[in-house]
């Protein structure tokens, strides 16, 4: 029992503390969270993280939410998931109801604007980071089929201007086949 609550404690303050120090949306928490449960505690393996992120960003919702619950019911159950969501929005909902009170103070100060311009850098150089590290993940697959999807999901969004449902429900189609073909010429599926 006494496992259990240091596993539910550190669930909670770890989310806690990623979601009050972390600026600029979901995406920005994703590193963090993948230094925190993969490298620094050991819950969750590479591969499976980036399963969870996948997961998160095709779910309805925040991504940083998302991932939240992902986490933590992969490593506690219902109890943790519920623990790491609340975790995650406590910290902006105390935040932005605090900004909120004092919006006119903020609005038209120099300072806080010129604040936010630095954040905006540093949000960039972490989206960066997200995108590198993930696609290193794939690249060490040496799987061909998710670089082709990847790269013609961008070419479709960029330069053909194809709707973003129809490439996200095309490339689950494909995501799905290709599973399915894993599975079966792996022998997993009789």
């Known amino acids: 029992m006494k496992e ?19 600026f600029g ?12 449960f993969v490298e620094e505690l050991h819950w969750i393996d590479e591969q499976e993280m980036m399963d969870l992120i996948a997961i998160a960003q095709s779910s309805p919702g925040p991504i940083a939410v998302n991932a939240a619950i992902l986490i933590g019911y992969r490593v506690a159950g219902a109890p943790g998931a519920l623990l ?10 105390v935040i932005i109801s605090l900004v909120s009170l004092f919006y006119q103070a903020f609005r038209d100060n120099a300072i806080v604007n010129m604040a ?3 954040m905006t850098a540093g949000v960039a150089a972490v989206i960066c980071d997200v995108v590198l590290t993930m696609g290193m993940t794939i690249l060490k697959q040496k799987r061909v089929l998710p670089v082709l999807v990847l790269l013609t ?34 022998g997993g599926i009789q």
């Open 4 to 22: 259990n609550t240091h596993t539910f404690r550190k669930l909670f303050w770890s989310t806690f503390k990623l979601s009050a120090c972390t």
């Open 25 to 36: 949306g979901g995406f920005v928490i994703i590193p963090l969270m993948r230094q925190k």
């Open 84 to 93: 790491t969501v609340l975790g995650t929005v406590l910290p902006p909902l």
């Open 116 to 118: 936010m311009m630095g």
């Open 153 to 186: 999901s961008f070419v479709a969004v960029r330069f053909l201007h194809i709707n973003i449902i129809l490439i996200i429900l095309l490339c689950g189609i494909v995501g799905a086949a290709d599973a399915f073909y894993q599975l079966h010429h792996k």
